[in-house]
């Protein structure tokens, strides 16, 4: 019966059979040709204008890729695969029976219903509202009443796509066809776009999400290394809505900035300005000082910036920074191995808006750029200096007089700090939970015993590789009983 149904309505239910099966099929990470039975995204065109109500036909996978419960009816009753597999290795068409037609078969005399079919549609909304993307389409299969579920526009504020082998492009340009059903060409619920890892994710599956997503807010395509300049100077030009952007891994971005037709169309008062407040282009490798400048001059509203790797800024890429961005939060520069201390007196520059900072592995680093941080931001939360060298105990003086506030501190791999610097973080910083003396050779019990008996707050203490007596560890142990204490040391347990 399948296969006669499926010639039936073969025409019917292409678009709706195509979406479901593609995506839930991508996001499973199977790159297999489409079977010759089903619509492919060619066809979407004239299929997807005709879905204002469902098809009647159902799209189940081969074998291999179906789902492991059994489909549905219409009216709630399990259909016999059996009679299906007579294509093992093709899709087959399952067609739902029309009410009043001579396909009630006996099964419909039983009256016997699975237990979710009596579940109102309000509780499996809730449901689906907590599957991932690939999950929630593959419900789209199961029977009718799923499918107008699983495609409620309330759903699908978020698309996470995920897997190496995942045809990115095809997925986004598949979905985002589906959902532009109700207000052709434009998705105007869909705020997050997350496509982590997918490493065939192209310029044209972004080209897709600017030109169909005017409300983005969220997107974030780490790992994406084939995305350029230009597909992320469309979608921040088209989507003036987008807060937070994630480019770390894509290491052809080199600059984030408007289209110059986008240009062209604003007025002077709003200038060139970009909305985003969240940035992350940690190993983005060919990031530039010319870069960074044209990113700081377009986006004066961020907030969180992260620069991790980015080897080729230096101290001069920092200046434009605070020069345009004056509410930076949290900003990371770690192994940025170029930036020295008059990079850290112009990141000062950002005074009490600075909450959060990261300049491990920055060698040219000492106790001046130390000084100037300390002095200028005074509401500082957590450092990580891991690395720095030429930090010394007079650096670490200068920072906890003037930062009382400071909650992280990573000094580790920091040979000049010793038990002097630590007293003076246990005198002025007695809110301090996270601390990391990893491999500082300089440190002894004392200033250990001096943390814990001021620092009561103390959650987590790093002494791994350090010269620290099982009796120190102790006294840390009894007066921090909530400190977990990260050590090397076998004669302590």
Same mark, same amino acid.
């Given at each position: 019966?399948?296969?006669?149904?499926?010639? *039936?309505?073969?025409?019917?239910?292409?678009?709706?059979?195509?979406?479901s099966?593609?995506?839930?099929?991508s996001t499973d990470?199977?790159?297999t040709?489409?079977?010759?039975?089903?619509a492919?995204?060619e066809?979407?065109d004239?299929s997807t204008?005709?879905?204002?109500?469902?098809s009647p036909?159902?799209i189940?996978p081969?074998?291999?890729?179906?789902?492991s419960?059994?489909?549905?009816?219409s009216?709630?009753?399990?259909?016999?695969s059996s009679?299906?597999?007579s294509?093992a290795a093709?899709?087959v068409?399952?067609?739902?029976?029309q009410?009043?037609?001579?396909?009630?078969?006996?099964q419909?005399?039983?009256?016997?219903?699975p237990p979710i079919?009596?579940l109102?549609?309000h509780?499996l909304?809730?449901i689906?509202?907590?599957?991932?993307?690939?999950?929630?389409?593959?419900?789209?299969?199961v029977?009718r009443?799923?499918y107008?579920?699983?495609?409620?526009?309330r759903?699908?504020?978020t698309?996470r796509?995920?897997?190496?082998?995942?045809?990115?492009?095809?997925?986004?340009?598949?979905?985002?066809?589906?959902l532009? *059903?109700?207000?052709?060409?434009?998705c105007?619920?869909l705020?997050?776009v997350?496509?982590n890892g997918?490493?065939?994710?192209?310029d044209?599956?972004?080209h897709?999400?600017?030109?169909?997503c005017?409300?983005l807010?969220?997107?974030?395509?780490a790992?994406?290394y084939?995305?350029?300049?230009?597909?992320?100077?469309e979608?921040?030009? +088209?989507?003036?809505?987008?807060e937070h952007?994630?480019l770390?891994?894509?290491s052809k971005?080199?600059c %984030? @900035?408007?289209?110059q037709e986008?240009?062209?169309q604003?007025?002077?008062?709003?200038g060139?300005q970009i909305?985003i407040h969240?940035?992350?282009?940690?190993?983005?490798?060919?990031?530039?000082?010319?870069?960074l400048r044209?990113?700081?001059?377009?986006?004066?509203r961020?907030?969180?910036?992260?620069? +991790?790797?980015?080897t +080729?800024?230096?101290d001069?890429?920092?200046r434009?920074?605070?020069?345009?961005c004056?509410?930076i939060?949290?900003l990371?520069?770690s192994?940025?191995?170029?930036?020295?201390?008059f990079?850290?007196?112009?990141?000062?520059r950002l005074?009490g808006?600075?909450?959060?900072l990261?300049v491990a592995?920055?060698t040219r %680093?000492?106790?001046?750029?130390m000084r100037?941080?300390?002095?200028?931001?005074?509401?500082?939360?957590?450092?990580?200096?891991?690395?720095?060298?030429?930090l010394?105990d007079h650096?670490?003086?200068?920072l906890?007089r003037s930062?009382?506030?400071?909650?992280?501190?990573?000094?580790?791999k920091c040979?000049?700090?010793?038990?002097?610097?630590?007293?003076?973080?246990a005198?002025?910083?007695?809110g301090?939970r996270?601390?990391?003396l990893r491999?500082?050779? @300089?440190?002894?019990g004392?200033?250990l015993?001096?943390?814990a008996?001021?620092?009561?707050?103390? *959650?987590?203490?790093?002494?791994?590789d350090?010269?620290?007596s099982?009796?120190?560890?102790?006294f840390? +142990?009894?007066?921090?009983?909530?400190?977990?204490i990260?050590?090397?040391?076998?004669?302590f347990?």
């Amino acid at each position: 019966m399948g296969a006669n149904n499926g010639k *039936q309505y073969g025409s019917e239910g292409k678009g709706s059979s195509s979406i479901s099966s593609d995506i839930s099929s991508s996001t499973d990470h199977t790159p297999t040709k489409a079977p010759k039975n089903v619509a492919t995204t060619e066809g979407l065109d004239s299929s997807t204008r005709t879905l204002s109500t469902p098809s009647p036909g159902l799209i189940l996978p081969s074998k291999s890729s179906s789902l492991s419960s059994p489909a549905l009816s219409s009216n709630g009753h399990e259909t016999n695969s059996s009679s299906s597999s007579s294509a093992a290795a093709e899709t087959v068409a399952v067609v739902h029976p029309q009410p009043g037609t001579h396909t009630r078969s006996r099964q419909s005399k039983t009256h016997h219903h699975p237990p979710i079919d009596l579940l109102p549609d309000h509780t499996l909304l809730q449901i689906f509202s907590h599957l991932p993307t690939n999950q929630l389409c593959r419900c789209a299969r199961v029977c009718r009443r799923w499918y107008n579920l699983a495609w409620d526009p309330r759903l699908w504020s978020t698309v996470r796509l995920t897997g190496e082998l995942l045809h990115a492009d095809r997925a986004i340009r598949v979905l985002t066809h589906r959902l532009c *059903q109700d207000t052709p060409n434009v998705c105007l619920t869909l705020e997050t776009v997350v496509v982590n890892g997918c490493k065939r994710l192209t310029d044209r599956g972004l080209h897709v999400v600017a030109q169909c997503c005017p409300e983005l807010r969220r997107l974030e395509v780490a790992g994406c290394y084939n995305i350029s300049n230009e597909a992320v100077f469309e979608v921040v030009s +088209r989507c003036p809505s987008l807060e937070h952007l994630n480019l770390s891994g894509c290491s052809k971005v080199t600059c %984030i @900035s408007l289209t110059q037709e986008a240009s062209m169309q604003l007025s002077p008062l709003h200038g060139q300005q970009i909305s985003i407040h969240y940035l992350d282009m940690t190993d983005c490798f060919s990031l530039e000082d010319e870069g960074l400048r044209t990113i700081a001059s377009h986006c004066p509203r961020l907030t969180h910036l992260y620069l +991790r790797r980015c080897t +080729r800024l230096t101290d001069e890429a920092l200046r434009h920074l605070a020069l345009h961005c004056p509410s930076i939060r949290e900003l990371s520069l770690s192994d940025c191995r170029l930036v020295g201390d008059f990079g850290l007196r112009e990141v000062a520059r950002l005074e009490g808006c600075l909450r959060y900072l990261s300049v491990a592995h920055c060698t040219r %680093i000492t106790d001046v750029g130390m000084r100037y941080v300390a002095r200028y931001c005074p509401r500082l939360r957590y450092l990580n200096a891991r690395g720095c060298e030429g930090l010394t105990d007079h650096g670490l003086s200068h920072l906890a007089r003037s930062c009382p506030k400071l909650k992280s501190l990573d000094v580790g791999k920091c040979p000049l700090v010793s038990d002097s610097g630590l007293e003076q973080l246990a005198m002025y910083c007695q809110g301090l939970r996270r601390v990391s003396l990893r491999a500082c050779e @300089s440190v002894t019990g004392r200033g250990l015993k001096a943390l814990a008996a001021n620092c009561c707050e103390l *959650q987590l203490l790093n002494v791994q590789d350090c010269e620290v007596s099982p009796e120190a560890l102790r006294f840390v +142990r009894r007066h921090c009983r909530r400190c977990v204490i990260e050590h090397t040391n076998p004669a302590f347990y």
